[in-house]
């Protein structure tokens, strides 16, 4: 049993140290500190915006619908009206597709500088490549000196040719 836990502790280790994992949780916080960003940008200004060009007390509340409006207008104080807010739905995608586009602009910007990063390292390398001199061509061995029998043996051959 010791080693199930052992093994599993492990693997868990090994798990959460993975860098995908880290990185998602790193993904994780980043897209929560935008999505504070956007739902401010949206309560705070678009929200405002639409109040002030008429679409209703908060920005979407034109669009709500109350289901049980009979009971609620006779008693308010027993009946809890049932109302389909259709602009906080409105407002969550607004929201998430902000977000999105965001999260989206930031990951094309990165991708497409570490493209530009990695054509400028290949144009250096190729340039680097062009400007190296090519190899020259090993000279050719140099004949070893005659030993002093092969200088006998050729003054003999030309004396006997005289």
Avoid at 70 to 93: H, K, Q, R, W
Avoid at 146 to 152: A, F, I, K, Q
């Amino acid at each position: 049993m010791a080693k199930e836990k052992k093994g599993f502790f492990k693997e868990f280790k090994e798990f959460i140290t993975r860098g995908n994992v880290l990185d998602m949780a790193v993904g994780i916080i980043v897209g929560g500190a935008f999505t504070a960003i956007i739902t401010a940008l949206v309560n705070g200004i678009l929200t405002p915006l639409l109040q002030m060009i008429g679409v209703g007390d908060d920005g979407f509340g034109a669009l709500q619908v109350v289901l049980n409006q009979a009971a609620y207008s006779a008693n308010p104080e027993t009946v809890t009206p049932i109302i389909l807010d259709f602009g906080i739905v409105i407002s969550a995608i607004v929201t998430f597709l902000l977000t999105a586009l965001m999260l989206f602009t930031i990951v094309y910007t990165v991708n497409h500088i570490h493209a530009h990063i990695e054509k400028l390292k290949a144009k250096k390398a190729a340039e680097e490549a062009a400007a190296e001199p090519a190899p020259e061509p090993a000279p050719e061995p140099v004949p070893a000196a005659p030993t002093v029998e092969e200088l006998l043996t050729e003054i003999r051959d030309l004396l006997k040719k005289e």
